[in-house]
Each structure stands twice: as structure tokens, then as C-alpha cells.
């Protein structure tokens, strides 16, 4: 795959994130539970994934490379972990969106995911070979924290609402190496929807759990809201893992962080504007800060070489 391509692909992906993160933000406003609308999100992507994947002989016989290569150690166990990370972005969207707003919420994860992106290139994490942090792609992740620094800038006279970003920056962070290591399972599954069915697998069951334990301290949500937009989180995340899956092994991890950023600020700004969370106004900052975020894309996807990465050794991919 082509970088261009690969790049374009990824700002599909941050749209979508961001659309995803309006929907599971108001999704857990109305259930006044931001994790059992993560629960929500996930377990439907899950209940999708397990109709589709196991059901045509292609999914199975993926699913049957994915186990095939744990046995002879190409992949570990904890490279079906990253789900859990998803199940913290999606659980951060369901807690913090209403309060922050789209753009806010996404320039906070931005600045977690470009940071860590950086090192979990250098560590080598993803399919790819390991990417040295260059002056320039340093300089890109600074920005983009700079960028976050700035969108909340209205926020400092609140610990909640500085709180609230943390979370979000957290959710960033742990999004890379999300990527990474589900760039692994595709590469060892040689396909993108059954790594997104182990995705979806290991965050659901980090979500049951957590929120076994939330409702039996504060029981279960009263109503379930009767709006279908609300529960279409699950099948972007879906879109969103597949799409990421598929090409952060032509990208490298923090390339393909820098290109989603730009669809997902975009349209963070495009859906506070146009439909945004009860309450909430865009604030200028923010804006700003969405501004400066795209600077550190643009400084960041002009730090790395066109040539093609070495493989692996040992992860090459059987048919």
C-alpha cells in the first residue's frame, strides 16, 4: 500500500473516531453512565463481528493463523490485549465528551496519541521494523501537545474539567499501542476483520467487568435511550480498527496517528459546530488549539522516509 493512500485512509479513520465519539459521548450523557455505554458500543461491534467472521470459511481460517501463530510464538498474548485499550478510549468518550465537546476531547487524545505513538515506533511494537525518533517527528509530538495545552487553556480554574482532559490524554496514549499491536494480529491473521473480532473480544470483557463492579454500586441504568444513532459507536469502532489494522504497517504507528488526526479534528470541529453536545459551545482556544494539532501533523507525516519498512523477522504472514 501506497503511503498517500495509506495517509487518506487514516483520516477516514479520525472522522469516524470522531463521530464515534459524539454518539458514545451522548450515548452516556442519557444512560448518566459512561461505562455501560463503552459496554454498549463494544458489545455490539462484538455481536456484529461474531455474525460476519466465523461464518464465512476465509474468517475462519484466519482466526485459525491467529492461533497457529501464538503457538509458535510469533505473536504473545498480550498482542490480543489491545482491546482494552479501545475500551478505555471508548469508556473516556462515554465520561468526558458531554462535559468537553468533540474538538476538545479530540485534541486531548491527540496529544496522548502522537506522544506514545512515537515510542512505540522506536520500540518497534507495530508489524513494521522499529522507526528512529527524528528531530522532526519529536518536534511534531511536541506540538501536538502544545496543541492540547492551548484547547484547554479555558479550563485551568477547574480541576474536573483539566481532569476530564487528563483522562482523554490518557486514552490517547494507550490508542498507539492499540495500533500497534492489532497491526500485529492483522499481519499474523493476513485479514482485518478477524483482528478486529479479537479487538472487540478483549475490550468487551474488560468492559463487562468493569462494569459488573459499577453496577453493583450504583445499579442499572433507569431507561435506554430510543434513538438509534446512539448505538452505531460499535460498528465505527469496527471501521475504525479495520481501516488501522489494514495500514499502519505502511505507515508506521505515528504516521498513521498523524493522518487520522486530521480527519478527526476536522470533523470534531465540523460536529461541534453543527450538532453540538447539550450545553456546549466551541471555544475559540479550542479551535486554536485544532489548529496547532494540524501543524503538528503536517511537521510530523514530513518526517519519515518514503521507502518501504523492513519486515519483521518471524512475522511475515502465511496464507
Sequence with gaps: MQRPLGTALAALCGAAMAVQARVNGELGHQLHDGVAAATFSFGSGLILLLLLVPTFPAGRRALGRIRDALRARELRFWHLLGGTCGALLVAAQGLTVATLGVALFSVSVVGGQLASGLFVDRAGLGPGAA???????????????????????????????????????????????????????????????????????????????????????????????????????????????????????????????LGSVAGQLVGAVVLDLVAPAPGHQLAVNTVLGVGVALAAVAIGATGRSGRKEPARAGSETRS
Design 131 to 257: 522507526q528512529p525518533i527524528t528531530a522532526r517527528r519529536l518536534v511534531g509530538a511536541g506540538i501536538a501537545l502544545i496543541a492540547v495545552a492551548v484547547a484547554v487553556a479555558d479550563r485551568v480554574t477547574s480541576l474536573s474539567g483539566i481532569g476530564l482532559a487528563g483522562v482523554a490524554v490518557a486514552a490517547g496514549v494507550a490508542i498507539a499501542w492499540q495500533q500497534a499491536v492489532n497491526g500485529r494480529v492483522r499481519e499474523a491473521a493476513n485479514a482485518a476483520l478477524p483482528a478486529a473480532l479479537v479487538n472487540f473480544l478483549a475490550g468487551t470483557v474488560a468492559l463487562v467487568l468493569v462494569a459488573a463492579v459499577v453496577t453493583a454500586t450504583r445499579g442499572l441504568p433507569d431507561t435506554l435511550p430510543t434513538a438509534p444513532w446512539l448505538y452505531v459507536g460499535g460498528p465505527l469502532g469496527i471501521l475504525f480498527i479495520a481501516i488501522a489494522a489494514t495500514v499502519v504497517r505502511a505507515t508506521g504507528v505515528l504516521v498513521f496517528a
